[in-house]
């Protein structure tokens, strides 16, 4: 059985359409489980979807495309290696 996974830009000044994180739900059996994109790359258990559809984010939050997120997750592994 597959779950359904929906993504999100994660849109932290709301004068730019720039990226600054990357959030995703999966629905499993259980419930929903949301996570966001760490710099070390790997997807960790975190509240920012439940907070943004509560309005407590201090971010916007646009549903993408897997493939939009499979881009922006190589966008943020370039930029976030020129940091290191």
């Known amino acids: 059985m597959t779950s ?3 993504y999100y830009v994660i849109v932290a000044n709301q004068g730019s359409r720039g990226a600054s994180g990357l959030a995703r739900r999966t629905y499993a059996e259980s ?3 949301d996570e966001t994109l760490r710099r070390d790359l790997r997807w960790t258990l975190d509240s920012a979807i439940v907070e943004w559809e509560y309005g407590d984010l201090g971010a916007e939050l646009v549903q993408i495309s897997e493939q939009e997120a499979e881009n922006l ?3 943020f592994r370039a930029r976030w290696d020129r940091t290191r």
Do not use: N
């Open 4 to 6: 359904e996974v929906q």
């Open 31 to 33: 419930g929903p489980v």
């Open 73 to 75: 997750t190589q966008a």
